[in-house]
C-alpha cells in the first residue's frame, strides 16, 4: 500500500494519513492561521486528523501503512551490512498483507472527483457480493448517478464529512464537486425517508467510519433508518454501527471485531513494538495523549462532534475543541511549516511523525526529503545541509540530526548503501 496515494486531496488542502500532515495549497504565511481566509480549509483537513487518529476505520488505516513500511524494512534486513539497495524496494506479500491490501482497496472506494453532476438526479445504491482470498464474504456497495458509477467508500465518507462540518461552521458557499463532497448528502436525500439535517449527515459519516468497512455500515444504516417511523436521536446512528460490527469480517475463521478501547490499545501497543526507543518518547507520546484524549471523548459521548457543533458558537467550539487535543505541523505549497502548539519540544515531535512519509518516499525512488523548508526556518537542531535534497540517506553523517536522520538510524538503514 503506497501511503502517498492515499492522500485525502481538497482542491485547496491536503491531509496525508499516518503521516500526520496537513497541507494547505497556499504560499501565504500562515503564522497567524487562526482568522485567516485559510482557517476553513485547516478546519476541513484538522476533520481528516481526527477521522484518521479516532475511527476504527482509520485506526486500522494507520497500522497498516505502518506495517507497510516495517515490512519494507524487513526486506532489507535480508542484505548483509553495506549492500547496495535498489529503490523501489520491492517486498514480498505473504498471506496476511495481501489479503489487506486488497481489503483495503475495497473500503477506500473510488477516489474519482465529478463536479458536473446534478444533486437533483437519481443516486442509486446497491451491493454485490465480493470474494476475497481468506475472507468468506465482501459486501461492495456500489452508485450510480447519471451515466457515472463508482464503488463508495470511506473516501466519501471522509470528504462528505469534513466538508459538512467546514460549511456549518463558516456558512461557506462555495461550491466543491458533487463527488466526493456531496456524496453522502445526496445519497441520504435520495435513498431515505426521513428529512435529515447537516448535523444527522456528519454524525452518520463519522459513525460509519468507526467500522472497518464504511460503505457497508451506510448500506445498512439507510435500510434500517427506513424502517423507523420518526428520525431517531444522533447516538442511534453510532448505536446502530456498535451493534453491527459484531457481524465483522471473519479472516482465516477469526471475527475481527474491535471496539474503539481495543482499536487504540492495539495502536498504543503497536508504537511501544515499532519505537521502543526512550530517546523518542516525546514523539511518541505525541501521539498516543491524543489517541486516548479522543478515545475518551467518544466514550464519554459517542457523538461529540455534533455536541461541539451545536454550541452557540461552533466555529469558536471547534477552535477550543483543536486546543484541547492538539494539532499535527500545518505546511504551507512551500514546505514551510507553522503549528499551534508553540511548545518546541511538541513541535518536534509532531514534524518527526511528517518524517515517516519522507522515509516511504525513499523506499518508493525519490531521492529529496520535503521536510528542508520546515527544517530550516523552525527547528533548532538539525539544520538542513546539501544532502537533504540529493541524497537524506547521507544525513545521518551530520550531527546533529534532523528527524528523518533519527528515524533512518533508529531503524538501521544507514548500515546500508543508498547511494546509485
Known amino acids: 500500500m503506497k501511503t502517498i496515494d492515499l492522500e485525502l486531496n481538497v482542491t485547496r488542502g491536503t491531509y496525508l494519513p ?83 491490501r486488497l481489503l483495503f482497496k475495497e473500503y477506500f472506494g473510488q477516489s474519482l472527483k465529478k463536479g458536473d453532476i446534478n444533486s437533483s438526479s437519481n443516486w442509486y445504491i446497491t451491493i454485490e457480493k465480493k470474494i476475497i482470498e481468506g475472507v468468506i464474504s465482501l459486501n461492495s456497495i456500489k452508485v450510480k448517478v447519471e451515466e457515472v458509477e463508482f464503488k463508495l467508500g470511506a473516501f466519501h465518507m471522509m470528504e462528505s464529512m469534513a466538508y459538512e462540518i467546514q460549511k456549518f461552521i463558516y456558512n461557506s458557499n462555495s461550491k466543491s464537486p458533487e463527488i466526493p463532497y456531496c456524496v453522502v448528502r445526496n445519497i441520504l436525500k435520495k435513498n431515505v425517508k426521513h428529512n435529515l439535517d447537516t448535523l444527522d449527515i456528519i454524525s452518520i459519516c463519522d459513525a460509519s467510519l468507526l467500522s472497518f468497512h464504511p460503505s457497508e455500515a451506510l448500506y445498512s444504516l439507510i435500510i434500517d433508518l427506513n424502517k423507523l417511523e420518526s428520525k431517531p436521536d444522533l447516538k442511534w446512528y453510532y448505536e446502530y454501527v456498535e451493534d453491527g460490527m459484531n457481524t465483522a469480517i471473519e479472516i482465516d475463521g477469526q471475527n475481527n471485531f474491535k471496539n474503539i478501547s481495543d482499536k487504540v490499545s492495539e495502536v498504543i501497543e503497536y508504537l511501544n513494538k515499532i519505537i521502543p526507543d526512550p530517546n523518542l518518547k516525546d514523539q511518541k507520546q505525541w501521539l498516543i495523549n491524543k489517541l486516548i484524549k479522543l478515545k475518551d471523548k467518544r466514550l464519554n459521548e459517542s457523538d461529540f462532534l455534533a455536541t461541539i457543533l451545536k ?39 509532531s514534524v518527526y511523525w511528517s518524517s515517516i512519509i519522507e522515509i516511504i518516499r525513499i523506499f518508493y525512488g525519490n531521492s529529496d526529503c520535503s521536510l528542508v523548508e520546515f527544517c530550516k526556518n523552525n527547528l533548532i537542531e538539525g539544520k538542513p545541509n546539501e544532502y537533504c535534497n540529493l541524497s537524506p540517506w547521507n544525513r545521518t553523517t551530520v550531527f546533529p540530526h534532523c528527524y528523518f536522520a533519527k528515524f533512518w538510524k533508529f531503524w538501521k538503514f544507514e548500515k546500508y548503501d543508498w547511494n546509485h
Open 18 to 100: 499516518a503521516a500526520l500532515k496537513l497541507i494547505l495549497n497556499t504560499d501565504a504565511n500562515l503564522e497567524n492561521l487562526i482568522g485567516s481566509e485559510f482557517e476553513e480549509i485547516y478546519i476541513h483537513e484538522f476533520t481528516h486528523f481526527i477521522q484518521d487518529i479516532s475511527t476504527i476505520y482509520g485506526l486500522t488505516n494507520f497500522i497498516l501503512n505502518l506495517d507497510d513500511l516495517a515490512s519494507r524494512a524487513q526486506e532489507i534486513y535480508k542484505f548483509h551490512d553495506g549492500s547496495k539497495i535498489t529503490r523501489p524496494v520491492q517486498m514480498e506479500l505473504n498471506s496476511n498483507t495481501r489479503i489487506n
Open 311 to 349: 454550541s452557540e458558537n461552533p466555529r469558536l467550539a471547534f477552535l477550543e475543541f483543536i486546543a484541547e487535543i492538539g494539532s499535527p505541523v500545518i505546511f504551507n505549497s512551500n514546505g514551510f511549516g507553522f503549528t499551534i502548539e508553540k511548545n518546541e519540544k511538541i513541535q518536534d515531535a
